[in-house]
């Protein structure tokens, strides 16, 4: 060890110091970001003459960032089914105004027990054919929500599939840029956050796997194992359906040429918004559209003549027949004054004449009508209500079975959530950046740095006394 | 004795503490040339004969010595062509004209034809791995060229093989026969699909399709597609039936693949190479599908964004796509005697009668010392040394030179006695 070396090993001190604090000032100012983690100089001493920052680390846990993902995943696929739910809710909300369908059918029984009473009275006929109307158009509007909530998530999963080509197409250059890095041995620390943030974001989208090959590499599938990204994006594809009616079946969202929903997919994702929107899509707004539709079968059942179920009564389906009758029932022009019917024949009946001899006081009718709302009717099972019941328990249950999935959603979205917060924090424990750690860890740089400093100066001095020796 | 005598041994003194200042001066010239050794000067008398009572003065002869097999200190750098030896050995260097030189001198940067030059102008001299391992010739520095970084055709290399392994769920539906993906009918059953990135001779990705399904217990058939061929908006039927298709056993033991079962796809890549790919990694157990690993080798045409040497001297060049290829391979020539070499300007020292012959070898191999790379050798020279050196030296000369003025005076005296 000579002069010459202490002074090229305190100079290659000072460098590695400063690089050092590059790095802690780098950790600073990434404090107060959630996606940035922590960066370490790793230092090595080699052979004859000082230190050297070999290579950048970063702190991370990949088990952690993998829950993370996963948690992520769940809770927006939850709040995707949360916001539909509380869409199709929409049609039950504000007890005030009554707008369900169940409080319609109760005004319209109220309306003909009222008539019961007088049926000659041509008021109270109004009344009933006005809640009558009343009924239908609820029916209506509430078919219309339903198919309007499958369109909103339609052009949701629009957008997600489009954010989830675009996310792809950014992880494709984020992670050749790190493959590339680690090839040649550059620092990568900052594209690894990169891709962690892209990742964080697609999780949000669909839920997703990965696995790191050599050089980081990194493949995605997703949870069902369809590759999303392997040395290149795969192609998600979907086909945008702009109108539904009940009988409308959305188109299914492809990634890799596998469907990833609806009914035939084998591989279908657990997770994500994607999944949240190809639910409500799927399978809860087509339920909540078969109830009506079975509500107003019951309608046209109940009120049928002359026995229930026979010729068309006050509800008609002006069809076609198909599904969604809900959309389509509506009062028979017979009974409307207005389109040239008679109001007469809510007491009389519509189809059938029961009334014969037209007495005014003629309420075997409306009578027969009350019952037979009252006699259980088989309902399809497919609803996921109660078959064998009444058209009035029908409806009601009806709301509560949106509301109870809305209680659900609501409660598992709020779970979710909490459960990503306590992940992220897990995480940023892990991985976040310390303050206090960094400055303790500043200050000891400044003392080597001012260590070296002074082994450069006092090698000065020595060969300044050298030199005054020579004269 | 004579005063003449005395003058010139007074004369040969002053001359050889003025090599020893030309020494130390050289020496503190290039204290900060990479790869420069010192030398110092060594004396040894020169003795007249000499009878009793009379002494004939002699001389001192000078001897230069070069501290060649003294390490440096490493300096770092940044630059990934600067290259430095710890230990023995040098770098085999030509110039111009294709002379070939010793150097430790390994401060390299590409010129504009690519090739790698150091300070002094010389060019390193690597093995080409163009043609697979180099044949080393050990006592000669045959079959070396000049190291050239530069790549004229973009290149592509074809895949050849490849590694899948996943988890099969064990619980799966069979499929009967007939809609099996190796039918390849509308409506295909599959359990699971996975796709893979080739590439074919010239480069092209090629994504190919691989199937699980299960068609008894314990048996799984895979079928690999080219996804080119698939039906629009992908899937079956394929246009082609499948590049292969095997059926797995697995072990209901373990879950694992049985003994007797194939373990592995042999593809044939459309216009590319028969790709291999080992699936002995695959299980089946009560699982999801899950993949565990995923690779296949070969590139797409990608340009040389630049180069890295590893510490065995090999030279990288890395492609965009961040693949890397070995292109040369920088051996270490050592000689029995370095210190003897012959030192020519430019830091490089030609091999010569008194050094021995040289030995060619790689990095950490048969005694050579290790390439250390983005850090260059200092020269070994000790300012300090050289300093105590040079006041040394200059008390030599002053002394000496008083020997030649007072044996001057002398000859004053003498010739004053004739007046």
């Given at each position: 060890m000579n002069l010459s070396v202490a002074l090229s090993s305190a100079q290659s001190a000072l460098s590695a110091t400063s690089t050092q604090s590059s790095i802690i000032s780098r950790n600073i100012s990434g404090?107060?970001?959630?996606g940035y983690s922590r960066k370490m100089g790793l230092t090595s001493s080699m052979g004859l003459g000082g230190v050297k920052v070999v290579s950048v680390g970063r702190t991370a846990d990949t088990a952690l960032h993998a829950r993370m993902l996963e948690a992520n995943s769940g809770a927006s696929a939850q709040q995707a089914l949360l916001q539909g739910f509380e869409t199709l809710a929409r049609t039950v909300d504000d007890p005030q105004l009554n707008q369900s369908v169940s409080a319609s059918l109760g005004r319209l029984t109220d309306a003909l027990q009222m008539q019961a009473?007088?049926?000659?009275d041509p008021v109270l006929g109004a009344a009933t054919l006005s809640t009558a109307y009343d009924l239908t158009r609820t029916l209506n509007n509430a078919a219309q929500t339903a198919q309007g909530a499958r369109a909103e998530a339609d052009a949701a999963m629009a957008d997600s599939v489009d954010r989830i080509n675009g996310l792809l197409t950014r992880f494709e250059n984020t992670n050749r840029a790190i493959v590339l890095g680690t090839q040649s041995g550059t620092d990568v620390s900052d594209e690894l956050d990169t891709r962690d943030r892209i990742l964080t974001e697609l999780s949000q989208e669909v839920g997703i796997s990965t696995i790191t090959r050599a050089g980081n590499d990194m493949v995605i599938y997703t949870?069902?194992?369809?590759?999303?990204?392997?040395?290149s994006a795969r192609v998600i594809s979907f086909n945008r359906t702009f109108a539904y009616d009940a009988g409308t079946t959305g188109a299914a969202v492809f990634a890799d040429g596998v469907p990833?929903?609806?009914?035939?997919?084998?591989?279908?994702?657990?997770?994500g918004a994607l999944h949240g929107h190809a639910t409500l899509r799927d399978e809860v707004a087509p339920q909540y559209q078969l109830q009506l539709d079975e509500i107003a079968r019951g309608l046209v059942h109940a009120f049928g003549?002359?026995?229930?179920?026979?010729a068309p009564g006050i509800?008609?389906?002006?069809?076609?027949?198909?599904?969604g009758l809900a959309a389509r029932i509506g009062v028979s022009p017979d009974v409307d004054p207005a389109l040239?019917?008679?109001?007469g024949r809510l007491r009389d009946g519509v189809?059938?004449?029961?009334n014969p001899a037209g007495?005014?006081?003629?309420?075997d009718r409306i009578y027969a009508m009350l019952e037979a709302l009252e006699v259980p009717q088989g309902f399809?099972?497919?609803?996921?209500?109660?078959?064998?019941?009444t058209l009035s328990r029908f409806a009601s249950s009806s709301v509560s079975w949106l509301e109870a999935g809305r209680q659900q959603a609501s409660q598992e979205a709020s779970f979710r959530d909490t459960m990503l917060e306590r992940t992220r924090e897990s995480l940023s424990n892990v991985t976040g950046v310390n303050l206090d750690e960094e400055l303790a860890l500043m200050m000891e740089l400044e003392r080597s740095y001012g260590a070296s400093a002074r082994i450069i100066s006092t090698v000065d001095t020595m060969l300044q006394s050298l030199l005054a020796a020579t004269r | 004795m004579s005063i003449y005598g005395t003058m010139r041994t007074g004369v040969s003194g002053m001359a050889a503490q003025a090599n020893r200042i030309g020494v130390v001066a050289d020496n503190m010239a290039n204290?900060?040339?990479?790869?420069y050794k010192r030398s110092s000067t060594q004396f040894s008398s020169f003795i007249l004969n000499s009878q009793a009572g009379s002494y004939n003065s002699g001389g001192v002869e000078t001897h230069v010595r070069q501290h060649v097999t003294q390490q440096g200190a490493m300096q770092y750098t940044t630059s990934t062509t600067d290259l430095a030896v710890n230990g023995n050995g040098f770098f085999v260097v030509s110039d111009a004209g294709g002379t070939p030189f010793l150097t430790r001198a390994g401060s390299f940067v590409p010129d504009g034809e690519g090739k790698l030059i150091n300070a002094g102008g010389f060019q390193l001299m690597g093995y080409p791995l163009a043609d697979g391992d180099p044949n080393v010739?050990?006592?000669?520095?045959?079959?070396l060229e000049p190291v050239n970084i530069t790549q004229n055709a973009l290149e592509a290399t074809p895949s050849t093989e490849g590694v899948f392994g996943a988890n099969l769920p064990s619980n799966a539906n069979i499929v009967p026969a007939?809609?099996?993906?190796?039918?390849?009918?509308?409506?295909?059953?599959?359990e699971a699909k996975s796709s893979l990135v080739a590439y074919d001779n010239l480069g092209n990705e090629v994504v190919l399709d691989v199937y699980f399904t299960k068609t008894a217990a314990n048996e799984w058939e895979v079928s690999a597609f080219d996804?080119?061929?698939?039906a629009p908006g992908g899937g079956?039927?394929?246009?082609?039936?499948?590049l292969d298709s095997q059926t797995l056993i697995f072990d209901p033991?373990?879950?694992?693949?049985?003994?007797?079962?194939?373990?592995g796809l042999t593809i044939a890549v459309p216009d590319g190479q028969a790709l291999a790919i080992d699936l002995s990694a695959m299980t089946q157990v009560a699982?999801?599908?899950?993949?565990m690993r995923a690779d296949v080798n070969g590139n797409a045409p990608s340009a040389v964004r630049g180069v890295e040497f590893s510490s065995d001297g090999t030279l990288y060049a890395v492609f965009e796509n961040g693949d890397r290829r070995a292109t040369h391979r920088v051996p270490l020539a050592d000689v029995r005697?370095?210190?003897n070499l012959i030192a020519t300007a430019g830091n490089v020292y030609a091999v010569g009668i008194d050094s021995g012959d040289v030995t060619m070898g790689f990095p950490a191999e048969g005694g050579m010392g290790t390439m250390v790379t983005s850090a260059v050798e200092q020269s070994n020279v000790d300012l300090a040394d050289e300093l105590t050196n040079m006041i040394e030296a200059q008390r030599g000369y002053q002394a000496n030179s008083k020997v030649f003025q007072t044996g001057s005076d002398l000859l004053e005296v003498l010739v004053n006695l004739k007046r």
């Open positions: 404090a107060a970001d959630p009473e007088s049926p000659g949870d069902s194992g369809v590759t999303l990204f392997e040395k990833l929903t609806g009914a035939g997919a084998s591989m279908g994702i657990k997770s003549e002359p026995a229930p179920g026979g509800f008609i389906d002006p069809g076609p027949a198909g599904p040239g019917g008679d109001l189809t059938v004449n029961f007495d005014a006081a003629f309420s399809d099972p497919a609803t996921g209500i109660n078959p064998n019941t | 204290v900060n040339t990479t790869g010739v050990v006592n000669s520095m045959a079959g007939g809609t099996l993906p190796s039918d390849n009918v509308v409506g295909s059953v599959f996804q080119a061929d698939a079956f039927p394929y246009g082609a039936g499948p033991a373990n879950g694992r693949l049985d003994g007797a079962s194939p373990n699982a999801d599908y899950t993949v005697s370095p210190d």
